[in-house]
Structures are given as C-alpha cells and as structure tokens.
C-alpha cells in the first residue's frame, strides 16, 4: 500500500484525502465556442469518481477568444460561461472530488489569435524564428493540419506587449479567477508554464525588455507575480491559489535555469500563493517536447521540484511521468507534496482508487505512445490508445457500465490486443465468452511488441490479468477452423487473428540470415512454428533452446535482460522498413550493441508512431548512431551486405555491411483466415491487425468497439 501517496494533504484551505492530483489536460472535448456542456461533464466525471484527491482542469482561457490556444478551450472570460462552468464544479464535487481551474493565455501558442487575425501577445520581438532547427520528421500530412490549427500557412504577427496590455492582462485574470470561484471551483491555478505568456516573461529567452518586467529574474517573475496579488486580492485569503512553473527550459539557450525557478518561486509565495506546480518547457516542435513537457524520462522533473522545495514554506506540486511507486517514494523523501498526473489518467481515470483498494495489477497503464497529446497539434479531440473510452464518455460510458440485458455467446479468436480487449470488455458486461488462442500464451503480437519496448509488457500484463480474473473460457493452442466454430456453437465470432505478413520479393530474402519479424519473434519468444531455428549457427540454436527449457524465453523483461548477453543476431543489423516496428527494433538492436542501418522507401520513417514519439524515437537513434535510410529501396541482400539506393533521381548504387537482415514490412490483414471463419456461417466481425494493420490503438479501439456493438 502507498501510504504516503495515499495520505491526506492541505494546500492553503483546501483538504485533499490524497496526494494524487490529475494533471491539467487540454483535451479539446469542448465545442468551438468554448463552452462547457455534457461530453465535458461526463470527461471530468469519470476521472473524480475514479479517486484522485484534485482534478486540476484543462488549460482554460482566462480572456477567450483572446489568448487561446484552440477554440476549443473553455472559456473563462465573460457571464457566458458561468452556467457551464458551475456546472463542472458541481459534477465533479458531486462524484466525490475536488476540481481547480487552470487558467492561461497562451501568448505565442496563442493559435486562435491567429486564426481569427489577432496579434500574438508576447514580452518581446522574438530574436529567433518561431521555427524549429534540425529534421522535422513530420509528414506532408500533419505539417499541413499543424499549420492550419496554427491558423497561418504565413508568418503569425507579434505584438510586444504594452505596460497597458499587461496591466488588462492581471485585470482579466483576476476577474476570470473570481468568475471561476463564483462557479463553485475549489482552487485556481495559474498556468505560468510551457512556453505561455508568463514563462515567456520568466524565459531570458523569449523576453528581452528593459522596464520593470524584463533583465532580473525579479522582473521577469513580476507579471505572474502581479496576477497572483490581483487574484488574491479578489478571492480573499482562505481561497486556495497557486501557479505552474517551468523549472527549466530544455535544451534552450539562455532559457530558465533552475535557479531562476526556484527564485521565482519564493517571490510567487511572497506574492500569496499557497503552492508551487513544478513542470518544464524545451523546444515544442522536436525532440525537446519530449524532455518538457510531455516528458519521456520517468520522474524527469523530480530533482527540480525537490530544489524548489527546498525554498519555499507551501506544498510542491510535480508532474512528469511518475508511477505511483516512484510518486510515494518522491512524497516520503520530502522531494514533494503532491503528484500529479496526467496521461495515466487518461489511461486510467480509476488508478487512484485501484491504488487504495490494493489493486495496483488492475490499473489499466500509460503506454507513453504520446497519441493522447498528438492530437491537440492537429486542434483534434485527444484519444488514448490503451483506454478506447477516453474522450468518448458521453457516448460510451453508459454501454460499459450497464450489463447487457441480451446476453450472447462469444467466440473471440486471437488472444492478440484487440481480442483481450474484446474478450474483456463482452465479459465486463455479461456476455459469455470463449477465447481461443492458437499460441501456448495469451498476448499475440503484443508480446513481441513488449520486448523492445517496456511499457507494452504493462500493458500485455494488464490486459491478461484482466482476462484472467473474468468469467471466460480461455483456450490456449486452440487453432480455430470451420469445425471450431461449429463446436463451439457461437452468436458472433469476433476475429482478431492478427496479420499475415507477404512473402519479400526482394533479391536474397531467403537467404539464412534475412529474418521476417516472425520468425525473429519465434526465435525471441519461443512462440509460433516457423524454421527460423535453422537459421542459426549450433551455438546459437543451443542457447535458444536453453532459453525456451530455462522458461527464460517467457517473459518480455527477462528476455530483454538476457538479450544483452546473447541475440540470434550478428554484429552489424539491416533493418528493411523503417516503420514503428523497425523503428522500435532499432532502439532495441542499438541498446545491445549493434550496428544498425534502417532502410525506409518513405520520406519520413516511424510514420505509425505519434508524431512527439516519433521526435524522440528518430532524435536518439541518430544520437546512437544508427543510419536512417529514408527513401531507399533495396536492390539485394547478399551474404553480409544489403545493396540499396536512394529515390532521388541520379543517386548512387550504395552499399552497407550487414551479418543479419530483419524484414519489418509486409503486414497486411488476414482475409483468408477470416473467410474461413465465415464459411462456418456464423457472423464474423474482424477487430485488430486482421482487418489491416492498426498497431495497438487501433487493436484495442476495435475490441471495445466490438464488444460494446454486441447489443
Ligand atoms: C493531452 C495532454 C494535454 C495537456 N494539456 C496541458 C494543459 O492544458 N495545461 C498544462 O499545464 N499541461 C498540460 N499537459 C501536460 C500535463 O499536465 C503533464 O504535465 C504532462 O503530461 C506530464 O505528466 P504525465 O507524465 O503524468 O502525463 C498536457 C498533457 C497531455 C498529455
């Protein structure tokens, strides 16, 4: 039990039973007038049920339109918004938690300033162009949706603020505060971070004034500081109020430095506030939005918290991927007061509430595929790739929660993700299920997919616990024919048989050491029946066959251990197809010591991953040294080297050393397997990767689909 993460905390007035707080989370949910109607209510309601002690809102627009980073942001700025915004508050009390509101103005992410014309808010001209450096490894596609959510396909225009906008700035925030409270809010926060109006203020980076905000990091805090004293002066003292912070920004030069934070942090308690939120700020196109502040490395801004906590009297708020082990440990170091989190909450609305109820190996985890965020670059509502509810709780919920009252008899084939899914959710709500597996364990491509990548493990681990725990007949090494079904004698087959690869034309793909992602999978796992055994040299089929006697093959972390000491691959790697899964073997093979070359016939690899991953992915194999070969086509694998050229016209015929091969490409859907399923006249609906490949979020949103669509 995480007794401290658990315990109860008071930041000013306000009493949380516990210490978890989820994150602000722009999710877009809200119409393009920036009102708060049911599809919002019913978002927040599922998470305050779920246990957290605070919900902290979204970002909301304290002086909407103006400000605004999507016109899908609440709106905070006039009477207008007072009925949905009480209406928010009391949901949330009513479901048993407490609710503070975020309020920002997003200065130069201010997208919908520029969409409707406005000026862009900031401290300074900036000296550098709102443009990224470095390969921007974002497709044609998404780079036109990010400049049409951006509002421009041209330059946005700048406004350097006046002493009289800053001074109608604090004024529209104070009044937007004291709205906030007048709805019922148990607390504001004033969004100070990620790159918005006041860290650009706080940023040496972004603002190079030379009256009273700008030169000491004294001035630089003034502004945030004069909206704090103004909120405080309209909430009065008991009201419970506090700002976000950037502890660092990333990777920017002359950008906040953690000293800076933290000295901003005691002229914020100075100024009234009675906590200190702690996230952080890097570059937001490229790799950087993966250090700050959508962080990939586990509790990546705990040091800073702990520096900030060191200075100031108030409880220390800290985000940034922090498991609730890791958040206990934080809390009971004295390093911070609350955690808060985000995308595991997306994930998993009931985490906290799992948590107290010792059930920690329900709680459905964070995959960190950064689809969630993805999706407000585009000015689209945010999904979850694990959790297929998220966002659609209007219309979802009630279905999930409610039994059905025509029960049917189902046959779910594959135990891949869609069909744990499937099988989870039917059974969830009272249809009887029987799962057959052709495999001797559940997991399907998920279990090779959790060998490179840990959190998949997580994921595989959730989803067959569940399952385990369910009321369905689970047949493992059931091959499921014409004569299955029949046996069986389902209402609806749901076939989630997962996809076939097609055959490499490319020269010397049947040579021994090409592999498919089969059969490396089989070698890896011990799984399936190709003869990729006989590829191996003796010392290599032994140790294999060790694995799989040792039960060493069983499990994706021992596995990934093990491999560091022994893969069935030689030094230098040819990965063809610089998908996700090339990719993510990429990371893999590197970590182990490899050589690695990934050929790509498109012009930007990772395609599958969301975009923010696929920064960070691409940004730390090119760190480590392996060569991406976008737009390449392969001419010839031979004994030790694969022969390539690149797309563009008049490229040279280039060569690479490569002692192993591994295709990653060729995944199609499985129309075969599922006519034969059909033909045993039964009603077939195909989920996951049989019906074309659509990776894990597209598996389980096709399972829940499913399973809720069966009455
Ligand atoms: C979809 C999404 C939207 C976010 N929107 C906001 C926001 O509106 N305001 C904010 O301060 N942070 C926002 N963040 C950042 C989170 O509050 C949090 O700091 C970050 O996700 C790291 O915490 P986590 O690892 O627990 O998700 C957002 C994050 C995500 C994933």
Same mark, same amino acid.
């Given at each position: 039990?995480?007794?401290?993460?658990?315990?109860?905390?008071?930041?000013?007035?306000?009493?949380?039973?516990?210490?978890?707080?989820?994150?602000?989370?722009?999710?877009?949910?809200?119409?393009?007038?920036?009102?708060?109607?049911?599809?919002?209510?019913?978002?927040?309601?599922?998470?305050?049920?779920?246990?957290?002690?605070?919900?902290?809102?979204?970002?909301?627009?304290?002086?909407?339109?103006?400000?605004?980073?999507?016109?899908?942001?609440?709106?905070?700025?006039?009477?207008?918004?007072?009925?949905?915004?009480?209406?928010?508050?009391?949901?949330?009390?009513?479901?048993?938690?407490?609710?503070?509101?975020?309020?920002?103005?997003?200065?130069?992410?201010?997208?919908?300033?520029?969409?409707?014309?406005?000026?862009?808010?900031?401290?300074?001209?900036?000296?550098?162009?709102?443009?990224?450096?470095?390969?921007?490894?974002?497709?044609?596609?998404?780079?036109?949706?990010?400049?049409?959510?951006?509002?421009?396909?041209?330059?946005?225009?700048?406004?350097?603020?006046?002493?009289?906008?800053?001074?109608?700035?604090?004024?529209?925030?104070?009044?937007?505060?004291?709205?906030?409270?007048?709805?019922?809010?148990?607390?504001?926060?004033?969004?100070?971070?990620?790159?918005?109006?006041?860290?650009?203020?706080?940023?040496?980076?972004?603002?190079?004034?030379?009256?009273?905000?700008?030169?000491?990091?004294?001035?630089?805090?003034?502004?945030?500081?004069?909206?704090?004293?103004?909120?405080?002066?309209?909430?009065?003292?008991?009201?419970?109020?506090?700002?976000?912070?950037?502890?660092?920004?990333?990777?920017?030069?002359?950008?906040?430095?953690?000293?800076?934070?933290?000295?901003?942090?005691?002229?914020?308690?100075?100024?009234?506030?009675?906590?200190?939120?702690?996230?952080?700020?890097?570059?937001?196109?490229?790799?950087?939005?993966?250090?700050?502040?959508?962080?990939?490395?586990?509790?990546?801004?705990?040091?800073?918290?702990?520096?900030?906590?060191?200075?100031?009297?108030?409880?220390?708020?800290?985000?940034?991927?922090?498991?609730?082990?890791?958040?206990?440990?934080?809390?009971?170091?004295?390093?911070?007061?609350?955690?808060?989190?985000?995308?595991?909450?997306?994930?998993?609305?009931?985490?906290?509430?799992?948590?107290?109820?010792?059930?920690?190996?329900?709680?459905?985890?964070?995959?960190?595929?950064?689809?969630?965020?993805?999706?407000?670059?585009?000015?689209?509502?945010?999904?979850?790739?694990?959790?297929?509810?998220?966002?659609?709780?209007?219309?979802?919920?009630?279905?999930?929660?409610?039994?059905?009252?025509?029960?049917?008899?189902?046959?779910?084939?594959?135990?891949?993700?869609?069909?744990?899914?499937?099988?989870?959710?039917?059974?969830?709500?009272?249809?009887?299920?029987? *799962?057959?597996?052709?495999? &001797?364990?559940? =997991? #399907?491509? /998920?279990?090779?997919?959790? $060998?490179?990548?840990?959190?998949? @493990? +997580?994921?595989?681990?959730?989803?067959?616990?569940?399952?385990?725990?369910?009321?369905?007949?689970?047949?493992?090494?059931?091959?499921?024919?014409?004569?299955?079904?029949?046996?069986?004698?389902?209402?609806?087959?749901?076939?989630?048989?997962?996809?076939?690869?097609?055959?490499?034309?490319?020269?010397?793909?049947?040579?021994?050491?090409?592999?498919?992602?089969?059969?490396?999978?089989?070698?890896?796992?011990?799984?399936?029946?190709?003869?990729?055994?006989?590829?191996?040299?003796?010392?290599?089929?032994?140790?294999?066959?060790?694995?799989?006697?040792?039960?060493?093959?069983?499990?994706?972390?021992?596995?990934?251990?093990?491999?560091?000491?022994?893969?069935? *691959?030689?030094?230098?790697? &040819?990965?063809? =197809? #610089?998908? /996700?899964?090339?990719?993510? $073997?990429?990371?893999?093979?590197? @970590? +182990?010591?490899?050589?690695?070359?990934?050929?790509?016939?498109?012009?930007?690899?990772?395609?599958?991953?969301?975009?923010?991953?696929?920064?960070?992915?691409?940004?730390?194999?090119?760190?480590?040294?392996?060569?991406?070969?976008?737009?390449?086509?392969?001419?010839?694998?031979?004994?030790?080297?694969?022969?390539?050229?690149?797309?563009?016209?008049?490229?040279?015929?280039?060569?690479?050393?490569?002692?192993?091969?591994?295709?990653?490409?060729?995944?199609?859907?499985?129309?075969?397997?599922?006519?034969?399923?059909?033909?045993?006249?039964?009603?077939?609906?195909?989920?996951?990767?049989?019906?074309?490949?659509?990776?894990?979020?597209?598996?389980?949103?096709?399972?829940?689909?499913?399973?809720?669509?069966?009455?």
């Amino acid at each position: 039990m995480l007794r401290n993460l658990l315990s109860p905390v008071k930041i000013g007035n306000l009493e949380l039973p516990n210490r978890i707080a989820m994150a602000p989370m722009g999710v877009e949910i809200v119409e393009a007038d920036g009102k708060i109607r049911e599809p919002v209510l019913k978002y927040y309601e599922e998470r305050a049920r779920g246990g957290a002690g605070l919900l902290i809102s979204e970002n909301t627009a304290a002086c909407y339109p103006r400000g605004a980073n999507s016109a899908h942001e609440i709106g905070v700025s006039s009477d207008d918004f007072l009925p949905g915004l009480t209406a928010l508050a009391d949901r949330v009390h009513a479901a048993g938690s407490r609710i503070a509101i975020q309020l920002a103005h997003h200065g130069k992410v201010g997208r919908l300033d520029t969409q409707q014309g406005r000026e862009l808010l900031m401290p300074s001209m900036p000296a550098k162009q709102l443009r990224p450096s470095g390969p921007l490894d974002l497709t044609l596609e998404e780079m036109g949706l990010m400049a049409k959510a951006a509002g421009s396909e041209g330059k946005p225009k700048i406004r350097e603020a006046t002493a009289q906008d800053l001074e109608a700035l604090v004024s529209d925030f104070a009044d937007a505060a004291q709205r906030a409270q007048r709805a019922g809010f148990d607390a504001i926060e004033i969004h100070g971070a990620h790159g918005y109006i006041f860290s650009e203020f706080h940023s040496p980076a972004w603002n190079f004034r030379t009256d009273e905000y700008g030169g000491p990091v004294e001035n630089r805090a003034r502004l945030l500081c004069n909206v704090i004293r103004a909120c405080r002066a309209v909430l009065g003292e008991g009201f419970s109020l506090w700002a976000r912070i950037d502890a660092i920004e990333f990777g920017v030069e002359n950008g906040i430095v953690p000293e800076d934070a933290a000295r901003t942090a005691e002229l914020l308690e100075e100024a009234g506030v009675d906590a200190v939120h702690v996230s952080a700020y890097s570059d937001p196109i490229g790799p950087g939005f993966t250090r700050g502040p959508i962080v990939h490395k586990p509790s990546g801004f705990v040091d800073y918290a702990a520096i900030i906590k060191q200075r100031v009297n108030v409880p220390v708020i800290v985000s940034g991927r922090i498991e609730p082990e890791d958040g206990d440990r934080v809390i009971r170091e004295g390093r911070a007061d609350v955690i808060s989190m985000g995308r595991k909450l997306l994930a998993d609305p009931e985490l906290p509430r799992k948590l107290a109820e010792d059930r920690p190996e329900d709680i459905r985890p964070c995959i960190y595929c950064y689809i969630c965020v993805a999706q407000p670059f585009f000015d689209r509502r945010v999904r979850c790739a694990v959790n297929a509810l998220a966002a659609n709780e209007i219309e979802d919920a009630p279905r999930l929660r409610e039994k059905t009252k025509s029960p049917k008899r189902v046959l779910v084939v594959g135990g891949g993700p869609a069909g744990l899914e499937a099988a989870g959710v039917a059974a969830e709500r009272g249809h009887e299920v029987v *799962l057959c597996e052709k495999g &001797a364990k559940l =997991g #399907g491509t /998920l279990r090779f997919a959790a $060998l490179p990548y840990e959190p998949n @493990e +997580r994921l595989l681990d959730y989803l067959v616990t569940r399952v385990s725990k369910l009321p369905i007949d689970v047949r493992l090494e059931c091959e499921v024919t014409p004569d299955v079904v029949r046996e069986i004698a389902p209402d609806i087959v749901l076939a989630g048989v997962g996809p076939t690869r097609a055959k490499s034309t490319i020269e010397g793909a049947d040579l021994p050491h090409v592999f498919d992602g089969d059969s490396l999978r089989d070698l890896l796992t011990g799984q399936g029946d190709s003869d990729a055994e006989s590829k191996l040299s003796l010392t290599g089929r032994l140790a294999v066959r060790a694995g799989r006697l040792t039960g060493l093959t069983d499990d994706p972390a021992t596995l990934r251990k093990a491999s560091k000491a022994y893969m069935p *691959l030689g030094k230098s790697v &040819a990965i063809v =197809g #610089g998908g /996700l899964v090339g990719c993510e $073997l990429a990371e893999f093979l590197v @970590e +182990r010591g490899r050589e690695v070359h990934v050929f790509e016939s498109e012009s930007v690899l990772a395609q599958q991953m969301a975009h923010p991953r696929r920064w960070r992915v691409l940004h730390d194999l090119r760190e480590a040294g392996a060569h991406l070969h976008a737009e390449s086509e392969i001419l010839e694998i031979t004994a030790g080297a694969v022969r390539f050229r690149g797309r563009a016209q008049g490229a040279a015929e280039e060569s690479v050393p490569a002692d192993s091969v591994v295709i990653a490409e060729g995944l199609t859907g499985n129309p075969e397997m599922v006519a034969a399923l059909e033909s045993a006249g039964v009603p077939v609906r195909v989920i996951g990767d049989a019906s074309g490949v659509g990776y894990i979020d597209g598996a389980i949103a096709d399972g829940f689909r499913a399973a809720l669509d069966l009455d």
